[in-house]
C-alpha cells in the first residue's frame, strides 16, 4: 500500500500535530497503514461446502473442492479489498475458535462474535452448496458484528465443478452484487 501525505491537510483533518505523529512513531504506538476512517474492516471467514449431491457420502472429502472453497476465499477478499469498500482483518491467528465452532453457516451468530475478536465491522461467510457436478450455488452473506443482523447476501449458481467455474462465480458475485451501490 502506497501512503502519500500532504501534510496540512493531513494533520488538519485528523488534528494530529507532527510531534504526536512522531512519538507515536517512535514509541511504535502507530501504525502505519493509515485507511480511511469510513472504511468497515471484514472479516472474511472460508467459504464452506454443503454437498446435497451425496456424492461426499459415497466418495468421500474431493480435495478439488476443498482447494476450490480456499480458492474462492481468497479471491473475494482480493476483490473487496480492491474495491477500497473494505478494510480485510487478518483472522488468522482466530483459527482455533474458527474450529470450535464448526460450521459458520449454522452456528447461530458465533461469526460475528469471532469477527469482533478481529476488531472488524463486518463478518462475511459463504457457502457453496453441491446439487451435483453440473450444478452448485455459491452463497455469500455480510452480518453486522455489533448487531448481528444480516446487512447484505447474494447468490448465484454456476454450472460445472471445477476452478474456473467457481472463481467465475464469485467474481461475478463481487462485482455485480456486492459492489454494487
Not at 480435495?63 to 476465499?73: A, F, G, H, P, W
Not at 483459527?95 to 449454522?106: F, N, R, T
Not at 467455474?165 to 459492489?179: D, K, M, V
Request: hydrophobic share 40%.
Amino acid at each position: 500500500m502506497r501512503v502519500s501525505f500532504a501534510p496540512t491537510s493531513f494533520f488538519r483533518s485528523r488534528t494530529v500535530s507532527v510531534g504526536t505523529l512522531f512519538l507515536a512513531l517512535m514509541f511504535g504506538f502507530a501504525d502505519l497503514s493509515i485507511a480511511d476512517p469510513g472504511t468497515p474492516r471484514a472479516a472474511v471467514f472460508n467459504f464452506e461446502l454443503i454437498d446435497t449431491s451425496l456424492e461426499g457420502s459415497v466418495k468421500g472429502i474431493n480435495d478439488n473442492e476443498t482447494k476450490r472453497l480456499v480458492l474462492i476465499s481468497d479471491l473475494l477478499r482480493e476483490k473487496l479489498s480492491e474495491s477500497g469498500r473494505y478494510e480485510i482483518a487478518d483472522i488468522s491467528h482466530l483459527q482455533v475458535q474458527i474450529e470450535e465452532a464448526g460450521y459458520l453457516h449454522s452456528c447461530n451468530g458465533c461469526e460475528s462474535k469471532i469477527a469482533a475478536q478481529a476488531e472488524a465491522q463486518v463478518a462475511v461467510t459463504g457457502v457453496v452448496q453441491k446439487v451435483s457436478n453440473l450444478i452448485l450455488n455459491i452463497n455469500v452473506y455480510f452480518h453486522d458484528v455489533e448487531s448481528g443482523k444480516l446487512i447484505r447476501s447474494a447468490s448465484a449458481d454456476i454450472r460445472g465443478n471445477t476452478d474456473e467455474s467457481w472463481a467465475h462465480g464469485i467474481s461475478w458475485l463481487a462485482r455485480n452484487r456486492l459492489l454494487k451501490p
